[in-house]
């Protein structure tokens, strides 16, 4: 057992520092700046394409109840408060080119993590509640057109939809995302190091 322990402690003592140049740390952090923002933009564009396919809905289909009315209405409502965010932090990301100043666009990265984790803790949940809400109010007419089980099913679902993207999925979705920037944090300071050192 002490030979294994002395071994494990020779092991954890030795480290390799593995040399990469700054110019290939560039194009690994380009490549994974441009997933990042490719990421961010589909998001908006799926949550505008929902926007719009909810407004057409609610436009050519006549709706006799008033709960049916503001269902959509919190629906547009959470799809344009989660849009306006997501484009937000897609800004921080889009808007500077890392190669011209890389503290600026460093600092903007902390920024664009900070902004991605309140998104996922708490414009998370008012989004949630919001088309938890709209959901609800929409059902009232429109599930009256249905069968009771139909009804029992389809309430089953969506609810269990979301609280399995609020909980599994949102988790991991938070866990891989703070993974990924961090890593491209640590990616250019230590970038930022080696010009300073050069």
Same mark, same amino acid.
């Not at 897609?90 to 011209?100: G, I, K």
């Not at 414009?123 to 089980?149: K, P, R, T």
């Given at each position: 057992?002490?030979? /294994?322990?002395? &071994?494990?402690?020779?092991?954890?003592?030795?480290?390799? @520092?593995?040399?990469? +140049?700054?110019?290939?740390?560039?194009?690994?952090?380009?490549?994974?700046?441009?997933? &990042?923002?490719?990421?961010?933009?589909?998001?908006?564009?799926?949550?505008?394409?929902?926007?719009?396919? *909810?407004?057409?809905?609610?436009? /050519?289909?006549? /709706?006799?109840?008033? =709960?049916?009315?503001?269902?959509?209405?919190?629906?547009?409502?959470? !799809?344009?408060?989660? =849009?306006?965010? %997501? $484009?937000?932090?897609?800004?921080?990301?889009?808007?500077?080119?890392? =190669?011209?100043?890389?503290?600026?666009?460093?600092?903007?990265?902390?920024?664009?993590? *900070?902004?991605?984790?309140?998104?996922? +803790?708490?414009? $998370?949940?008012?989004?949630? !509640?919001?088309?938890?809400?709209?959901?609800?109010?929409?059902?009232? @007419? !429109?599930? +009256?057109?249905?069968? %009771?089980?139909?009804?029992?099913? !389809?309430?089953?679902?969506?609810?269990?939809?979301? *609280?399995?993207?609020?909980?599994?999925?949102?988790?991991?979705?938070?866990?891989?995302?703070?993974? #990924?920037?961090? %890593?491209?944090?640590?990616?250019?300071? #230590?970038? @930022?190091?080696?010009?300073?050192?050069?």
């Amino acid at each position: 057992m002490q030979e /294994f322990d002395h &071994i494990q402690s020779l092991w954890q003592s030795h480290s390799v @520092e593995v040399k990469i +140049s700054s110019d290939e740390m560039l194009q690994q952090a380009k490549k994974e700046v441009n997933a &990042i923002r490719n990421k961010s933009l589909f998001n908006i564009i799926g949550m505008m394409v929902s926007f719009v396919a *909810i407004a057409i809905l609610w436009l /050519f289909f006549d /709706f006799n109840s008033w =709960t049916t009315h503001a269902g959509l209405t919190l629906f547009l409502s959470a !799809i344009a408060v989660s =849009t306006f965010t %997501l $484009y937000r932090s897609h800004r921080l990301l889009a808007q500077h080119d890392f =190669t011209t100043d890389p503290n600026d666009f460093l600092n903007n990265l902390k920024s664009y993590q *900070i902004s991605r984790y309140n998104l996922y +803790s708490k414009m $998370y949940w008012v989004y949630a !509640i919001l088309l938890s809400l709209g959901i609800a109010m929409y059902f009232f @007419e !429109i599930l +009256s057109y249905f069968d %009771l089980w139909a009804q029992l099913l !389809i309430i089953l679902f969506c609810f269990g939809w979301i *609280i399995f993207c609020s909980t599994l999925v949102r988790k991991s979705v938070m866990k891989k995302e703070k993974e #990924r920037i961090a %890593l491209l944090i640590e990616k250019f300071e #230590r970038i @930022e190091n080696q010009f300073k050192e050069q």
